[in-house]
């Protein structure tokens, strides 16, 4: 009787900078976690349109909430991303430079064969199109020009084809591939530096967060509506911290604006009427979201505004 293999999905890495963001520079990562409900916020330029912010690419960077809840369920690792870079060594450079300028090089040598064919298949069709006209003629004011010119010798014709080329190498400029993965550099090693759990990542000091009582405040109830089915993601633009999706963003504007508050605050009677109209003016509900540390769950409450 065969035994089943079952397909163990190994933890997505999550790059970890200097400032304690978190990035993903893989495109398939990111589409996985999406279908986990994490979301985070693309934050880099399209390389054909770099002059616009309304489309934007890799690398993906996630809120600590996003990260902090990840690594608590083993479904990704943090790599320090400016200890895994080492310094490259004399040879370690020169072997770049070298793979460089050979990747240059055949490039030139694809540009020039491809001008070189598309020049001789434009030849080629203009000698099909003078065959079907009075060759005679054509002939006349072709040895017309010829005797005025004087270049139509062999000699004459290397020489052009030599400028020509010469001055394609000149104009030529080479695409400069710019690497988004660190993996393929020799120098780069994130072995000794890759943490799978929050302890040893905060005992490293590469992730601490929640640290205070008021991140773990907000973690919590994160957490809470993560569980509960919702996408989030950062509610800055809308003056709360989160906005909840009943959906994936790309197909389902947001439900609500969730502000978190704290369960002992007194909030004034103009309070209220702010967060209603505020949620109101943008079609949303704005929740009040506090943690009950008695009972240890989060409390709710939808503030709708309504006129007459």
Partial sequence: MESSKTNVQQPFKVNISKNNKAFIWDAETVNKL?????????IGSLPRYPL???LLGLPLSLMPEEVTLLLSKGII???DDEKSHLLPT??????????KTENEEQQLQDYLRFIKEKRSKFQSLKKNKLKKNDVKEIENITNNDNDHNEIDDSCSQQLRITEHESSLI???APTITIKTSSNSFEWYNDKNYCFDSLEVARLAGLWTWPSTPKEKYKFNIYCDL???????TNGIKFGG???LYPGDPLRYHSHFIATIIDM?????????????RMGTAVKKSYMLCSWDTNEDKAVYVCIEWAGY
């Fill in 226 to 232: 993560w569980n509960r089915g919702y996408f989030i």
């Fill in 77 to 79: 690792v943090l790599i």
């Fill in 170 to 172: 000149k104009a030529f």
């Fill in 264 to 276: 002992n605050k007194e909030l004034s009677p103009m309070d209220i009427i702010t967060f209603g």
């Fill in 34 to 42: 999406r279908k986990d409900r994490i979301i985070g916020s693309l």
């Fill in 241 to 243: 911290d989160y906005l």
């Fill in 90 to 99: 004399k040879s370690q450079i020169e072997e770049f430079e070298k793979n």
């Fill in 52 to 54: 616009q912010n309304q």
